[in-house]
């Protein structure tokens, strides 16, 4: 009997890296018009999106504080007759993605000029399938969360005209455990993290009060994560896998894990139109460069060194959004995308419930006094199914959701 024992490496390929699955920006603004107001800043929340805006955004302290849960949700079923049982969903695990932003507005030699931090989830998530599910010797549990903290500073080298750098520090955490077959209680689990500092340059052009164009690029990151891997396996399995001459492709005995993980390099490019004094239209087109994600390398400290193919291509979104002054008090914002992503079918896995999608998204803000807003957002996104093909993927059909609220406020202290 061949005994499926524990691919680290098929772990590696989590949520993080899948245009579908990336999180999106949480500030409640942005959520509402799906992050299509590039070009239309109207808080701190500039300082992640696009850093050059905030020379337009006055001076002195701003902050937009956001928290949000997203709850994700995968529906699994076997296409080859073969496996039991023939269906799954992931089980209910909320996360709670933040959105931290302040920046200080000044004058330097009477030109515009500001200066930015703060920090966010950009990508990641988690994947809980049951501990029975027929897929367990794939996948069983993913919880892998992509930080990053910026640092922005903004000139404006004219009235129509600002521009901004970026300094990025992506920084990586994961817990993943996979089963082992065919011993229903044995499993290996991984448990890394790392981090990688890059760069990201932005404009933001104004060539009248009614219309605005920017453009934003942050480069990527590679992150070497390092932490441990645990296994527990039925007696002699560990032992008789690690020794010269075993017909296991895999060391199952506790050991250092390390691999490279890639945050891609992303472009945003959007405009923005007041078409009436109480009406805002924004759009934006994001391209990433996914093309990176060819593969995960496992390497473990006692010999293990497993690629595991992912062959992605890179991804696009296309956002539309709006906002509406209904009152002097109330704000009223919605909008909807299309995201496309870079999957191949041929490596689909459970441990990467990715698709093509579809988004929409409403919410409102409401001025508690001069200079404090509150707002609040729903999110939806319905991703499109997908069917696994080729000997390298998990079989099966994979349908998923998901849904965030979001919360925040956005304060500018001595506004009137």
């Known amino acids: 009997m061949r005994i499926q024992i524990l691919a680290l490496a098929l772990l590696v390929p989590a949520v993080a890296l899948a245009n579908g699955y990336d999180v999106p920006n949480v500030n409640p603004r942005d959520l509402a018009m799906v992050s299509s107001g590039l070009a239309a800043p109207a808080d701190a929340g500039a300082a992640y999106s696009n850093p050059a805006a905030m020379a337009r955004l006055g001076p002195g302290l701003s902050l937009s504080l956001a928290g949000s849960v997203l709850i994700l949700n995968t529906s699994w079923s076997d296409t080859t007759g073969t496996l039991s049982p023939s269906t799954a969903s992931t089980k209910f695990k909320p996360v709670p993605p933040v959105s931290l932003f302040g920046m200080y507005g000044f004058k330097v030699a009477g030109y515009d000029a500001a200066v930015g931090a703060g920090l ?8 809980f399938w049951p501990d029975d599910w027929a897929g367990r010797g794939r996948i069983i549990t993913v919880d892998r969360k992509i930080y990053a903290g910026y ?19 992506y920084y990586g955490t994961e817990y993943l455990k996979q089963g082992i077959q065919p011993f229903p209680d044995a499993y290996g689990e991984l448990s890394t993290k790392g ?11 104004t060539p009248s009060d009614r219309l605005s164009f920017a453009a934003d690029f942050k480069y990527l990151g ?5 932490g441990d891997g645990h296994f527990v396996v039925p007696a002699g399995i560990a032992a008789a896998s690690c020794v010269p ?16 993980l890639t945050y891609p390099s992303v472009l945003n490019v959007g405009a923005a139109y007041h ?59 919605a909008g909807v995308e299309r995201d496309v992503s870079g999957l191949k079918t041929s490596t689909y896995s459970p441990t990467l419930p990715d698709a093509s999608s579809w988004c929409g998204a409403v919410g409102a803000g409401f001025n508690l006094s001069p200079g404090m807003q509150l707002s609040a957002t729903v999110f939806h996104a319905w991703f499109d199914r997908v069917t696994a093909t080729g000997t390298e993927a998990f079989p099966g059909t994979y349908k998923t959701d998901v849904w965030i609220g979001s919360v925040g406020l956005s304060w500018r202290p001595g506004a009137r």
């Open 195 to 205: 981090g990688a500092l890059a760069p990201a340059f932005s404009v933001d052009v």
């Open 222 to 226: 590679k992150m070497n994560l390092k």
């Open 245 to 260: 001459g075993s017909t296991s492709p895999w060391c199952v005995q506790d050991q250092g894990v390390t691999h490279e």
């Open 151 to 169: 640092l922005s500073g903004a000139f404006a080298p004219s009235q129509y005209v600002r521009v901004g750098v970026q300094a990025v520090y």
């Open 120 to 127: 966010n989830v950009i990508a990641g998530g988690n994947v």
């Open 275 to 333: 078409a009436t004094r109480q009406l805002l239209v924004s759009a934006t087109y994001t391209y990433n460069w996914y093309e990176v994600y060819k593969e995960d390398v496992f390497v473990g400290s006692k010999g293990a060194n497993i690629p595991v193919p992912r062959n992605y291509g890179n991804g696009q979104t296309y956002r539309l959004g709006a906002e509406y002054d209904a009152s002097d008090r109330l704000q009223l914002r």
